[in-house]
């Protein structure tokens, strides 16, 4: 596949996408949001912002993406039991009361696969486009695409995140809609989706769960082995003295870290004790101060030390340097 995200003359760079993340997780973070659901709306224009931002199609123009809706769900036997929903785009009043209705309706209409619908009472964990879903025969007669092909709903994308920190059975989904595009097209919102679900797990968490939902999510989204580092490492303690502390070469160590950073999301150190603190705030240093992990489309990128600081402060404060 082609660069998924817009570079040179059609988009920028890949440090301009890690700002945006950034940013957006510092703004979606500093919200005073009194009700989980007060969280979905912000979420769904961010989603919406970054796609239009930064997904360019095969023809260099950005892909079409007519609208995004984020909903918290609580999986039942016939349909999802809407928590709530918000929804972001649709600027056509028929196109926004359909897909309003869907979610009013929880889902009762869309029959797709188990698990990436609402058919069994449970929810798969990923993101997928429409093709990876259903064959073209099958898509086409299905009710859910029949029902939106006369308001001109073509492709979607679809994340499922199951959302243990908020309690058993709760899932968030999130959908991009668009119009008519090419497969291509559409894997490349799946990958711009797909990379931002970090972003979208850790700023649902720091805006609406408690200190210690926050960190068994963490936990539970790292290696056993990667657990014990992971406490240490907040800690402060540099990467030879996590290896004497767990019995592991610091190279090995260096190795774990990384693991560690693109499973949370964050590029950092510093993004890494704002994200088990819950500190994050407007306040805080700017992406120019953060160290910024450029995405690259084999991975979350590379990590590189805060720039300006002593190395004793960017071991403390920001990506590691390796310890020889």
């Known amino acids: 596949m082609d660069d998924v995200f817009g570079r040179g003359s059609h988009g920028p760079s890949g440090l301009d996408e890690s700002r945006w993340a950034i940013e957006t997780a510092l703004s979606l973070a500093s919200q005073p949001y009194r009700r989980v659901t007060q969280w979905l709306s912000p979420m769904a224009a961010a989603v919406r912002e970054g796609l239009g931002r930064f997904v360019v199609g095969a023809s260099g123009s950005p892909v079409q993406v007519i609208g995004v809706w984020v909903a918290l769900v609580r999986p039942g036997h016939s349909g999802w039991d809407q928590v709530d929903y918000a929804l972001d785009g649709y600027a056509h009043d028929a196109v926004r009361m359909f897909v309003e209705k869907l979610l009013d309706d929880r889902c009762l209409d869309d029959d797709l696969p188990a698990g990436i619908g609402p058919r069994s009472g449970l929810v ?8 990876r879903v259903l064959d073209d025969q099958s898509w086409a007669l299905s009710r859910y695409h029949q029902s939106r092909a006369p308001l001109e709903l073509g492709e979607f994308v679809r994340l499922c995140m199951n959302v243990p920190a908020m309690g ?30 970090g972003l979208i797990e850790g700023a649902f968490l720091r805006c609406v769960a408690g200190p210690e939902q926050r960190r068994n999510w963490l936990r539970q989204r790292v290696s056993v082995t990667q ?4 406490e240490l490492l907040v800690e402060g303690l540099t990467e030879r003295q996590i ?15 990384k693991g560690i950073y693109a499973a949370l999301g964050v590029s950092s150190r510093l993004e890494l004790v704002r994200l088990w603190d819950g500190t994050w705030a407007p306040s805080a240093p700017g992406p120019e101060e953060l160290a910024i992990g450029v995405p690259t489309q084999n991975g979350p990128g590379h990590l590189s030390a805060i720039g300006g600081l002593a190395p004793e402060q960017a071991t403390r404060q920001g990506a590691l340097p390796r310890e020889n």
């Open 124 to 131: 798969w964990d990923g993101c997928r486009a429409r093709h």
């Open 227 to 230: 657990r014990a580092i992971l």
């Open 168 to 197: 058993p059975g709760l899932a968030l989904i999130v959908q991009a809609d668009m119009g008519a595009c090419s497969r291509d097209d559409a894997e490349r919102v799946e990958a711009f989706i797909a990379r931002s679900r």
């Open 243 to 257: 290896g004497r502390k767990v019995h592991r070469s610091p190279h090995t160590i260096h190795d774990h870290i």
